[in-house]
């Protein structure tokens, strides 16, 4: 069981990005689905996610209205639309699926299945 995430790059700030999260060896349609960060020097942070039906979604709110998760049952697959981007949004960007049937979770804690993580880079 695994998530494979990629679309990660260098761009310049005010540039968009597209991150996909390929899951392998399970469906997750029962499960929650979330992006996450980690800056240079900081620590991991919630960035969005997303229901099992895809009608529901949580931002944080450094992303709201710049950034979109959607998912792909079909597919197994989850992606996050990165608009706008900014040089503080320069960070390895991991997807996760959680450890709980339904709901919808915005803390790391919540999730137990962890992609390896794409790198963006953001220059200003």
């Known amino acids: 069981v695994q998530l494979q995430a990629s679309g990660g790059g260098l761009v310049q700030a005010g540039s968009s990005l597209r991150l996909s999260c390929a899951a392998s060896g399970r469906t997750f349609s029962d499960r929650a689905l979330g992006w996450f960060r980690q800056g240079p020097g900081k620590g991991r942070e919630f960035v969005a996610s997303?229901?099992?039906?895809?009608?529901?979604?949580r931002y944080a709110s450094s992303v709201k209205g710049r950034f979109t998760i959607s998912r792909d049952n079909a597919k197994n697959t989850v992606v996050l639309e990165m608009n706008s981007l900014k040089p503080e949004g320069t960070a390895v960007y991991y997807c996760?699926?959680?450890?709980?049937?339904?709901?919808?979770?915005?803390?790391?804690?919540?999730?137990?299945?962890w992609g390896q993580g794409t790198l963006v880079t953001v220059s200003s």
């Open positions: 997303i229901g099992i039906n895809g009608d529901v979604t």
């Open positions: 996760a699926a959680s450890r709980y049937d339904g709901g919808i979770y915005a803390y790391a804690g919540a999730y137990s299945i």
